[in-house]
Nanobody
């Protein structure tokens, strides 16, 4: 049974930083692409960043230059380093795994999802 568990969310002031982590179990860490998505209040869930099985990365324009995705295959964990946080980054952040191993920004490619972790940025 595949499980993805996010951690590291919390309350932070605008301009601050947070590091999210997503630990996987029951999953081949090296063969899956891993992604981060978020759902802001009253909005649809949207793509944030992803890492392919070859460790290529891609981030949405809204977070490019501020957020960095990385992964530790040995620990089956993917990270999202978030710097220069803005009020509009407030959302529930979800991690996901895509068995194709290729970066996709569309949610439908991801078969496995975590429960989410809340990030709140105060202005």
């Amino acid at each position: 049974q595949v499980q993805l568990v996010e951690s590291g969310g919390g309350l932070v002031q605008a301009g601050g930083s947070l590091r999210l982590a997503c630990a996987a179990s029951g999953l081949s860490s090296r063969s899956n692409a891993r992604g981060w998505f978020r759902r802001a209040p009253g909005k649809e869930r949207e793509f944030v960043a992803a890492s392919s099985r070859m460790m290529n990365t891609y981030a949405a324009d809204s977070v490019k230059g501020r957020f960095t995705i990385s992964r530790d295959n040995g620990k089956k964990t993917v990270y999202l380093q978030m710097n220069s946080l803005k009020f509009e980054d407030t959302a529930i952040y979800y991690c996901a795994a895509d068995p194709s191993g290729v970066i996709h920004a569309y949610q439908s490619y991801y078969d496995y999802w975590g429960q989410g972790t809340q990030v709140t940025v105060s202005s």
